[in-house]
Structures are given as structure tokens and as C-alpha cells.
């Protein structure tokens, strides 16, 4: 079992829906959580950063964390075609392992005009 | 601009050479860090280092080596050892002073076999 597991998508919504992507953790150890977007032959762009559960907004983008269920949501509102890419949840459980993050697989979301 | 600055942007690889990515930050980082990314499997860590002169195996370093000898800059060599290297490259750098730090990362190297 991979200790990051992501939904895989693909996901296809048309603009202006609301997004949701997801992701579960096994580890509990787990202490910082952080969503990028990867466009296309590009380097991953971090977009939210958190270390506590409940929720931390910032624009259309509000990211969610569970820990007592090890879950973690991005949600996207009034979603835009610019916002297709790859979206990539990653964790890290700090002290002396602060430096290795563990990422999702990816979930490829795709907005239609 | 402050950033992470990765060349080139594709390398093409015969069969027994070595390749060497280069990877240059001037965000004043401490640590950086190698990321191989392939299709549906997010990104694996191969090195990271924390402090000049000084780095650590990832989860999968086999067939690759790395050196750190100034701050700024984090080279990656594939060596003929690896044998399934095609694969988009990715270094990322954090500041690691003020504890756990986000990583910022390149626009990646694509490597193919020739």
C-alpha cells in the first residue's frame, strides 16, 4: 500500500463547477501537507501549504485536512479552463525527515469551456 | 528573479554513456533535491542534500550520483547503470532554517534513450 493514495482521475467538469480532488495518507506521522499544479512539461507550482487540520483558504482554492481520518482535500471553486493541469498532493512528517516529501500519483483535471 | 533554473531542457542519452542534469538555485536554499517523475506514479526521490558537501540516497538512488559542492547548485548524473532512464527530471530546493519548508521546484530535464 502506497502511504499517499491519490484519485487518479482523469477529471472532465465544465467551467465555472466546483472541484474537488482528494487524497488519503496512511502515515500518521504525517505533520505537513501541500498541494502543487504541474501544467504540462512543467515543474510542479506549489498552491497551498498547511500543518493542521480544518481549513485554509486563499482565492477560489480551499485545502482541508482530516487527521484523524488521514485525508486531505483540494477544492476549487468557480474553476477555470487555466486551472487544467496535473494537481499533485504531497506530505512530510517534519523533525530530521522534514526534507523528504511523499507525493500522490496525480490527478489530471481537465476544465472545458 | 529568484528561482530554480534546470539544463537543458531535453538530453537524449546513448546506450553506456553517463549524462549529467544540471540543477542552479538562487533562492539562498540549503537543501535541494532530485525527483524523477513518471506516468501515473507522482514523483520519486532519488538524492537530497540538506548542507554543502553532504547528501543523502532517496528511495531509489540506484544508477544515479550526485554532488553538492556549492550551495547553489545540485548536479544530477545518470549513469549507465540505470537502466530504464527515460523519465522527466525534477530538482526542487526549500529553506529548511525556520523548520519545514514547502519545496520549489524546476521546470524539469526530459530524458530519452537514443
Known amino acids: 500500500q502506497k502511504e499517499v493514495e491519490q484519485d487518479p482521475g482523469p477529471l472532465s467538469v465544465p467551467e465555472g463547477a466546483i472541484v474537488s480532488l482528494n487524497c488519503t495518507y496512511s502515515n500518521s506521522a504525517f505533520q505537513y501537507f501541500m498541494w502543487y499544479r504541474q501544467y504540462s512539461r512543467k515543474g510542479p507550482e506549489l498552491l497551498m501549504y498547511t500543518y493542521s487540520s480544518g481549513n485554509k483558504e486563499d482565492g477560489r482554492f480551499t485545502a482541508q485536512v482530516d487527521k484523524s481520518s488521514k485525508y486531505i482535500s483540494l477544492f476549487i471553486r468557480d474553476s477555470q479552463p487555466s486551472d487544467s493541469a496535473t494537481y499533485l498532493c504531497a506530505t512530510n512528517a517534519g523533525g530530521t525527515s522534514y526534507g523528504k516529501l511523499t507525493f500522490g500519483q496525480g490527478t489530471i483535471l481537465t476544465v472545458h469551456p | 528573479d529568484g528561482g530554480i533554473t534546470q539544463s537543458p531542457k531535453y538530453l537524449f542519452r546513448k546506450e553506456g554513456q553517463n549524462v549529467t542534469l544540471s540543477c542552479e538555485q538562487n533562492?539562498?536554499?540549503?537543501?535541494m533535491y532530485w525527483y524523477r517523475q513518471d506516468p501515473g506514479q507522482g514523483l520519486r526521490l532519488i538524492y537530497y542534500s540538506q548542507i554543502v558537501n553532504d547528501f543523502q540516497k532517496g528511495d531509489i538512488a540506484e544508477g544515479y550520483s550526485v554532488s553538492r559542492e556549492k550551495k547553489e547548485s545540485f548536479p544530477l548524473t545518470v549513469t549507465s547503470a540505470q537502466k530504464n532512464p527515460t523519465a522527466f527530471y525534477l530538482c526542487?530546493?526549500?529553506?529548511?532554517?525556520?523548520?519545514?519548508?514547502?519545496?520549489?521546484f524546476g521546470d524539469g530535464t526530459r530524458l530519452s534513450i537514443l
Open positions: 533562492l539562498n536554499h540549503d537543501a
Open positions: 526542487a530546493s526549500s529553506n529548511t532554517r525556520m523548520g519545514p519548508q514547502p519545496q520549489h
